[in-house]
């Protein structure tokens, strides 16, 4: 059991990531070696004290060999559910599960908001994981909304199941080119059904489909952790970037404004404190 | 009028006026171009992301320069006084008077605490300002703690007006050497005295004055602005950074714990902004 999980690599779960190993704790870290979309795609960061004028990609470089130097790993799966177990949680990623003392979240904001329906019908019909619900729509039809590159080996395992797949991708240089799967340019507006998903409404036409897969890289924290305390979007915490939840911390865009890596990573740090705290106050 | 009175040069003082900058606001900000006295000593920051296995010296470099990139300047004044005004705030550095609608406190926390008797007997004999007070003393009998070297010249225009000086040096290298300072080594322990300040009192023996100097760089935050609330030394803050206070925002060590640049950085980041939201809504 780790004492900590820490999921994400934005600029706050690389704070957290320096802090907790410096605290000497046992922690996995959940994200990628891409850090975010967000730091990656920064033009000109001005007010991140001790980089001046940096550009995103530099400052993604800079990270990931501090990272590198201090020997820390990242672990790349996504997280795709995580459950309060007795005392502890369970991180689930696909079909693997990890078990933590604590949590912290660095999730970041979602670029892409959840549309009408869409949590309504998560678990009837609508699905963040591919790899646990796929299987569920073998010869079936399905629609695929899909946020970054880097989930396209998701589209393709749901397409080798499906009989058709309509992919909604959210990113540039599509590269995949599969029989039955269909590109569709625009943004669905509403997910509508009865007991379960039906179809995906778009602005001038409706689509019939049997499930609806959203592959995104940061799940809705209230749905991906029950119980977890949010509004307006993000993740209500206190000064010490705790949660509502025993042992869940949060940091970073994922708890609100303002959306500044400065801020992230103080609240990347302050949560790796709270985490420690709590873990040495025998939880 | 400034918009931001900002006072304090720590690292979260140096995050909120990199922000401010940015964010184009009008604002002075008191400090010293050696920053603070605790990066400068800092041995080796494992943490910081962006800047891996820097000491305090070379912080403090990249710190400055950024600074000076920036076209920001440092107001080399020691704020001895803060006043609320109508809708505004008054700060007095020694006899000059500065405006500005908000303020925002980074000013460390202390590593010298207040000693029994010295917060009951401010302005009855307790004084934090020479260039205020020094006046009354003359041809008198003062002591003196000082806890920084930058702060030397304070006491010899104390020792100018006063007939003898105690001088309790909370530093190294003390290059006082005049005829009516007598330099104590030891700590006092306490303040005290009738309706006014009388004697100070140390392990082994006991002092009558008239009047003690307590020369720091951060003065305590209650007593800089009547009305502020604080817990345990700390100034209350919720997570915008704001103060029971309107338009007065603190960010850094004066807050709590963890004593972090990262947190510090964060929190002078989040003070800036919230300022300038505050201005924005026309107070």
């Known amino acids: ?23 000497n704790k046992n922690f996995i870290w959940f994200g990628s070696r891409s850090l975010s979309s967000k730091i990656s795609s920064a033009e000109k960061i001005r007010n991140y004290p001790g980089l001046p004028f940096i550009s995103g990609g530099e400052m993604r470089e800079v990270f990931l ?16 559910g995580l459950y309060q177990m007795d005392g502890h949680y ?20 979602e670029s892409v ?21 796929g299987f569920l729509y073998k010869n079936k039809t399905i629609a695929v909304e899909c946020t970054s590159k880097e989930l396209e080996h ?14 909604m991708p959210m990113y540039k ?41 959203m592959l995104k890289q940061a799940i809705t924290p ?29 940091a970073g865009d994922c708890t609100g404004r303002p959306y500044q890596y400065a801020k992230a990573v103080g609240e990347g740090n302050i949560a790796a404190h709270s985490a420690a705290e709590y873990l040495a106050n025998g939880k």
Chains 1, 2 share one sequence.
């Open 1 to 23: 059991m780790y004492d900590v999980a820490l999921i994400g690599t934005g600029a706050a779960g690389v704070s957290a990531a320096l802090t907790l190993k410096a605290l």
């Open 65 to 80: 060999r501090q990272v590198d130097e201090m020997d820390i790993e990242i672990t790349p799966k996504n997280v795709t």
């Open 90 to 109: 369970g991180i689930l990623c696909n079909k693997e599960m990890f078990e933590a003392k604590t949590v912290i979240l660095c999730t970041g904001v």
């Open 113 to 133: 908001k959840p549309i009408p329906g869409e949590l309504e019908f998560v678990g009837r019909g609508v699905s963040y994981c591919a790899t646990c619900d």
């Open 154 to 167: 998701e589209i393709e395992y749901l397409a080798s199941l499906a009989a058709k797949v309509w992919l």
């Open 173 to 213: 240089d599509v590269e995949i080119s599969l029989e039955n799967v269909e590109i569709i340019k625009e943004k669905p507006l509403e997910i509508r059904g009865g007991q379960k998903a039906e179809k995906l409404v778009f602005s001038d036409r409706e689509i019939e489909v049997d499930g609806v897969f």
């Open 222 to 250: 209230s749905v991906l952790l029950n119980g977890l305390d949010t509004a307006d979007g993000h993740i209500v915490v206190d000064r010490s970037c705790a949660s509502n939840l025993k042992g869940c911390y949060a």
